[in-house]
């Protein structure tokens, strides 16, 4: 999962501005200088506007409720493998398939929150054997996207359950790892999907990470 070398761009300069005005108005109670971060967020919002060509009003809405300090946020994705077939589910957001995954919810560990997903979103129960990987979106070649997002890649093992849809999903598979449907690359990569079938294989390679 080795990151190419890449550059900077607007939607990471606005995502830094927005978490220098969050931070600064967090920590900040002098009325000029929360201006001046207001300002600033004000900025970063403008750039992801034009960046990304949606309404000024749909940018704010990215970060409502995030306060305090700002940092990355958390993604598990779960890999399911039985024999050659890695277990995805298809997003009905963009009628695309990834690993059953989302964001780790406040107060659950890492593996429960795997484990929830899995279970929410395929009807499989499992459980997380091994952290295969911890890698930071930004240095991979996802789509870009608003947030700055670590995301772990569990190796988990099934345990029960049967196939079953729910909200988020609708359709719930096994597939070859050779062959792979197209993937929701926001979410996973072939590539992320083959390395973690490397760990299927040999539980004794040591955990990837950035």
């Not at 929701?184 to 299927?200: F, K, N």
Request: charged share 25%; hydrophobic share 40%.
């Amino acid at each position: 999962m080795s990151a190419p070398a890449r550059t900077a761009t607007v939607l990471e300069w606005a995502r830094k501005l927005q978490a220098i005005a969050q931070n600064g108005l967090y920590f900040s109670n002098d009325p000029f200088d929360r201006q001046r971060y207001a300002e600033i967020e004000q900025l970063a919002a403008t750039m992801l506007s034009a960046e990304l060509d949606v309404p000024l009003a749909a940018v704010a809405r990215f970060w409502e409720g995030e306060h305090g300090y700002a940092t990355p946020k958390v993604d598990v994705r779960g890999g399911v493998f039985r024999g050659d077939e890695v277990l995805l589910v298809r997003e009905r957001s963009d009628g695309r398939w990834t690993l059953p995954g989302g964001w780790v919810d406040v107060n659950d560990a890492p593996s429960a929150a795997v484990a929830r997903e899995i279970l929410e979103e395929s009807g499989y129960q499992a459980r997380a054997v091994k952290l295969a990987a911890l890698v930071d979106k930004l240095r991979h070649p996802h789509p870009p996207g608003v947030h700055h997002i670590y995301k772990l890649f569990f190796l988990c093992e099934l345990t029960g359950g049967s196939p079953a849809t729910s909200h988020e999903t609708d359709a719930v598979s096994f597939f070859p790892v050779a062959a792979l449907p197209e993937l929701s690359t926001g979410r996973v990569l072939p590539a992320q999907i083959a390395r973690l079938y490397q760990h299927q294989l040999d539980r004794s390679l040591p955990t990837d990470f950035d």
